[in-house]
């Protein structure tokens, strides 16, 4: 006869009935982590701010509560901005006209949704400077294979402008501001359309800022500018013929030269020769006969006529 046998318990539930509640954790206050790339830059008048917003917490949890970015000049808060995101790089641009001479150190810091505050980042001490303003609508226009670009001085403190900087469709394209109030651009696509912008600078300790912005002129790449008439034509007769010649152009882009006659104040113009050289044999000379020539550049272009000319 087998005997009573004493059903014996899971651990587990003996560890449960022995322990003890422990108090409760503190609940979590994350704090964002400061600003560590602040920069501040003068343009034209207004100062630049660039930062990136924190992507994690001191006690290293994501930032995912960020909610606003404060901008202060010493105490005073000067901006309350939305924080386009965590771990994002986040821009501000402040109007500094009426801040010129002033020094002032700059900083942010960071709020989330529960109010709670970052701590500030470093200070950047920037002087507010005056700045050569703009001037009028540069000119533009195609020709020799290159974009040819002219200015004037700004209109406002003109004395200021040490030399000028010159974006395309914002590309910069003078790392070393021009002193010249010009600028030829042989790095374009023929037929695109471009946008150019001069910008006056001003050198202050070492370093460039930038003024105001002169208007953006456009323009499509597309050479419709004709070389120069040709000039010191003449017409020497020979057994045989007479010999046309005339004087290079400026001009590097030039194809062909187009060669005219006609009876002397009789008629029109007929064109009798597209001719690569500046000089020009006609067979069929007559004393009685004028000419004149055309330069006709590689994009077709053609120049006006000289001033007609016969034999001597």
Do not use: K
Request: net charge negative; hydrophobic share 40%; aromatic share 8%.
């Amino acid at each position: 006869m087998s005997g009573l046998r004493t059903p014996i318990l899971p651990a587990v539930l003996v560890f449960a009935a022995c322990g003890r509640v422990g108090a409760p954790l503190p609940p979590l206050d994350p704090i964002p982590a400061a600003a560590v790339d602040l920069a501040v830059e003068q343009v034209g008048h207004e100062l630049h701010f660039r930062w990136t917003n924190p992507s994690t917490n001191l006690d290293g949890s994501l930032s995912t509560d960020l909610d606003r970015v404060l901008i202060a000049a010493g105490e005073e808060v000067i901006a309350d901005v939305p924080a386009t995101g965590p771990g994002r790089p986040q821009t501000f641009m402040l109007p500094a006209r009426d801040r010129i001479g002033a020094e002032r150190a700059y900083a942010v810091y960071f709020a989330t949704t529960e109010g709670r505050l970052s701590e500030r980042s470093v200070p950047v001490g920037v002087t507010v400077l005056d700045v050569p303003g703009s001037g009028p609508r540069p000119g533009a226009r195609v020709d020799q294979g290159r974009v040819r670009v002219r200015w004037e001085p700004p209109n406002e403190n003109p004395r200021l402008a040490a030399a000028y900087r010159v974006y395309r469709s914002g590309q910069l394209l003078t790392p070393e501001p021009l002193e010249a109030l010009s600028l030829d651009d042989a790095d374009f696509v023929e037929g695109e359309a471009y946008a150019y912008v001069v910008v006056p600078v001003r050198m202050d300790s070492g370093a460039w800022i930038e003024g105001v912005p002169y208007p953006a002129v456009e323009i499509t790449a597309v050479d419709r500018t004709p070389p120069a008439a040709p000039a010191d034509l003449e017409v020497r007769p020979f057994d045989g013929g007479a010999f046309v010649r005339w004087a290079p152009g400026p001009e590097i882009d030039v194809a062909v030269y187009r060669v005219y006659r006609r009876l002397q104040a009789v008629g029109e113009f007929v064109a009798i020769a597209e001719w690569p050289t500046t000089a020009f044999s006609d067979s069929e000379y007559a004393p009685e006969f004028e000419y004149a020539v055309s330069a006709v550049d590689r994009s077709g272009n053609e120049s006006a006529m000289s001033e007609p000319v016969r034999s001597r």
